[in-house]
């Protein structure tokens, strides 16, 4: 099977910056869309920004000029640059990849288990 390991969360300054890290292992013959997705408390989890194999990248209105994502299809990693970090970017995030996998040769979405971002003085 595969999974998907997050690193690089923890609590900063307003203001700070804080990269995060999504590396996919395992049954893995390609990776389609790579993401990563926050949920903060009392909210619904949102998409926050998401890149395609090709290297299209998508950003949420509120993140866009703040944060970037990157992937290194060696790797089969997935970055998230996040500067300017504000409270409001106070959430859990979540990896998301879209994974074609050894044992079917289909394709499965994936999540990592998710790593908590804390913006605050």
């Known amino acids: 099977q595969v999974q998907l390991v997050e690193s690089g969360g923890g609590l900063v300054r307003p203001g700070g910056s804080l990269t995060l890290s999504c590396a996919a292992s395992?049954?893995?013959?390609?990776?389609?869309?790579m993401g990563w997705y926050r949920q903060a408390p009392g909210k619904q989890r949102e998409l926050v920004a998401v890149?395609?194999?090709?290297?299209?990248?998508n950003y949420v209105a509120s993140v866009m000029g703040r944060f970037t994502i990157s992937r290194d299809n060696a790797k089969n990693t997935v970055y998230l640059q996040m500067n300017s970090l504000k409270p409001e970017d106070t959430a859990v995030y979540y990896c998301?990849?879209?994974?074609?996998?050894?044992?079917?040769?289909?394709?499965?979405?994936?999540w990592g288990q998710g790593t908590p971002v804390t913006v605050s003085s």
């Open positions: 395992g049954s893995i013959i390609s990776i389609d869309d």
């Open positions: 890149i395609t194999s090709g290297g299209r990248k």
């Open positions: 998301n990849a879209v994974v074609v996998v050894t044992t079917t040769r289909r394709e499965y979405a994936y």
